[in-house]
């Protein structure tokens, strides 16, 4: 769905359309460290797999920290960044799979970013994405990770693999050049080449390729098996034992570096999905693992040490998931996640930091989502893939596919934790039924987008006859008509809605734009862009409405279209502009 896509709707829709906070001091640093393809069987802390890697400097991070047992991320990799980034479910970001297999989406630019909100915040936090991308294009658009990404700065790989971790593309802020030194170590140099360079408090989040495939022999120095003679085509257990080992050690490394500065980090450790399925070890099922909706797919390690943990080595039982680090950092900043968005942003993420400082806190969640699907806009998200939800019990999974009714399975994982009993297939309990009713009726809610109007951006505008004021009647559903109205403008005059889908730039104006600047009265702005701007002439009270009508296309659902008017006011006090303009509303489309 392209802008033009959307503006044509409006301009037919319309009468017609011509061209004219804090939570904690801010003082300590946050250093969010993703694994690749590592699932809890093969993090020796979670005590799990019969005989996972050696990853001694995680086990002493959960030991001075706290380690999350039901902590869930997506089945595969984009997904997972792209809920850590925005806070998002994926379909909402409709990042539903590997990009670019099965799915051309990438983050978008008007993507509500963690880095941004540090910055809009003014958290006076540096920051920087280090490692690996996958948010992007592979090539094209080397500068994807600050551009739209918002980091200030990247070094690292933009797509998602490398077919050779001693020979790779490394790109520096929109520059890259090939690298010969072992990814797992280059991407820790470079962290820690940026963080010695801040005199400031400072967020960088590091994502390793490792352990992804290839699999191979790391440096001799960085593991201890032997893998002399060995094929990791035809053994890649000890190849992929060796790579998290490395990766292990790197981390050591990593922490070292920060010297005293480790004492003012809080660390974040977390699997991005779950164990690559030619790698997993007995009990776990070989067939439930990475891009499966079972918990070998999904339940990653998540592990969290530094000065925002009270009473550390303890375990935390509670469901999160990696959509809530986003909320999580910014809490640890200082910031107010929900307070930062705007208020028409959907959040799905919850600050797990409670659970740091309080060993008898109370669940915060009571279900966590997992989703994978193909394509980039609706209906997608629920044609082709799985959606799962859990509560402290039971998982519900629904399985989609393309033409055919979804399928669901049941699983007590209480009793049944590798997920080989489908309660579905039998008779179920009064307990069961209940369980299993509650999860279909609040993924049916979860997944289906209702549309909202929020006004923002209030101004002080004053006009002949008062403060402009916006305001709707309808609804802003897909297939629907719903009004944009104002009232409070100057009698008898002319007026103008601009309608757009941006409310932060009208090229060349970035928004708001004091009216001001062009002589107009104190406290008046542009607030949206005029992507399709409808004249209309307000009424005897000054009053006026136009009908927007909204195709019956669900690929528009979730987008957001902002509103805005001016209206001609010569008698306006002190406006030698002689217009007037009133608050904002922005509609997030939805399909109920």
Request: with cysteine; proline share 8%; charged share 15%.
């Amino acid at each position: 769905m392209t802008r033009d896509n959307l503006v044509q709707p409006l301009r037919l829709g319309g009468a017609l359309a011509v061209l004219t906070a804090s939570f904690l001091p801010a003082q300590n640093n946050v250093l969010v460290i993703v694994g690749d393809d590592i699932g809890v069987d093969k993090v020796g802390a979670y005590r799990e797999g019969h005989k996972p890697p050696p990853t001694p400097t995680l086990d002493a991070l959960a030991r001075r920290g706290v380690l999350f047992r039901n902590a869930y991320s997506n089945a595969v990799c984009s997904p997972t960044r792209a809920c850590i980034h925005t806070g998002q479910y994926a379909f909402r970001t409709l990042i539903g799979s590997a990009i670019p297999i099965g799915n051309p989406a990438t983050l978008q630019e008007s993507a509500v970013t963690l880095p941004e909100v540090l910055d809009r915040a003014k958290s006076g936090y540096r920051h920087a994405a280090i490692g690996k991308w996958h948010l992007g294009p592979a090539r094209g658009d080397e500068d994807h990770p600050r551009r739209v990404g918002g980091w200030s700065h990247f070094a690292g790989m933009l797509p998602g693999a490398t077919t050779d971790y001693y020979n790779w593309p490394r790109t520096v802020d929109g520059s890259t050049q090939t690298s010969t030194t072992y990814t797992t170590t280059q991407m820790v140099d470079d962290a820690l080449a940026w963080i010695r360079g801040q005199n400031g408090p400072w967020v960088c989040y590091l994502a390793f390729n490792a352990p992804h495939t290839p699999f191979h022999a790391p440096p001799a120095n960085l593991h201890t098996q032997d893998l002399t003679g060995k094929d990791p085509d035809q053994q890649p257990i000890p190849f992929y034992t060796a790579m998290v080992e490395a990766m292990d050690a790197e981390i050591g490394r990593l922490l070292a570096g920060l010297g005293s500065s480790l004492d003012r980090t809080n660390v974040v450790f977390l699997g991005d999905n779950g164990t690559f399925e030619p790698v997993i070890e007995a009990p776990f099922p070989s067939d439930h693992g990475k891009a499966t909706p079972y918990e070998g797919g999904t339940n990653v390690p998540l592990i969290v040490a530094g000065p925002a943990v009270a009473s550390g080595g303890r375990e935390v039982t509670a469901l999160v998931g990696a959509v809530d680090l986003f909320a999580t950092v910014l809490e640890l900043a200082g910031v107010d996640a929900r307070a930062s968005v705007p208020a028409w942003v959907p959040l799905d993420s919850i600050s797990f930091a409670p659970y740091l400082a309080d060993p008898n806190r109370s669940p915060l969640r009571q279900t966590i989502a997992t989703e994978q699907f193909t394509g980039d806009s609706w209906p997608r998200p629920e044609r082709n893939g799985f959606a799962t939800l859990r509560n402290d019990r039971y998982k519900l999974i629904r399985l989609f596919r393309v033409a055919q009714p979804p399928t669901e399975q049941l699983y007590d994982l209480l009793v049944d934790p590798f997920e080989q009993s489908d309660l579905l297939l039998g008779s179920l309990t009064t307990e069961q039924q209940l369980a299993r009713d509650s999860l279909r009726a609040e993924l049916d809610a979860l997944r289906t987008r209702t549309a909202a109007v929020y006004r923002y951006g209030a101004t002080d505008c004053v006009g002949s006859n008062g403060r402009p004021t916006i305001g709707v009647t309808g609804s802003p559903v897909i297939g629907t008509t719903y009004r944009v109205l104002v009232q409070n403008g100057p009698r008898r005059s002319s007026a103008v809605l601009l309608s757009g889908l941006s409310a932060e730039t009208w090229a060349p104006l970035v928004l708001p734009f004091p009216l001001t600047t062009l002589g107009g009265g104190a406290g008046c702005y542009v607030l949206a862009s005029g992507d399709v701007l409808t004249p209309v002439s307000t009424d005897a009270a000054g009053a006026a409405s136009i009908p927007v009508a909204l195709p019956s296309d669900r690929s528009l659902v979730g987008w957001t279209v902002f509103h805005g008017w001016l209206l001609t006011d010569p008698s306006a006090p002190a406006n030698p502009l002689g217009i007037t303009a009133s608050d904002g509303l922005a509609a997030l489309l939805g399909d109920r």
